[in-house]
């Protein structure tokens, strides 16, 4: 039992920490892309590796390519229009 918990617990900290990675890559490339301050971008996860960026009257859809559980070889790649 206490083995299911560790291996419940380390899938969990691992998505969890991936998903922050994507978060960071996006919000990093949308504060340029946007012209806009990090603490005014709102993001939301719309889809696997999928993100939505919202700030200073502009959004933005982003996918991310590579393997996001490292900041090294994840990048977000603008997939639409600047609004």
Do not use: H, W
């Not at 083995?3 to 691992?14: E, F, H, N, R």
């Not at 996860?45 to 590579?66: D, M, P, Q, S, W």
């Amino acid at each position: 039992m206490k083995y299911k918990a560790l291996l419940t617990a380390t899938l969990v900290g691992t998505l969890l920490g991936c998903t922050s990675t994507m978060t960071y890559t996006v919000l990093n490339r949308a504060t340029f892309d946007l012209n806009c301050p990090s603490e005014s971008i709102k993001t939301q996860e719309l889809g696997f590796k999928t993100i939505g960026v919202v700030g200073c009257g502009k959004r933005a859809t982003y996918i991310l390519n590579g393997e996001c559980s490292s900041r090294k070889s994840c990048q977000a790649i603008m997939n639409s229009d600047l609004k």
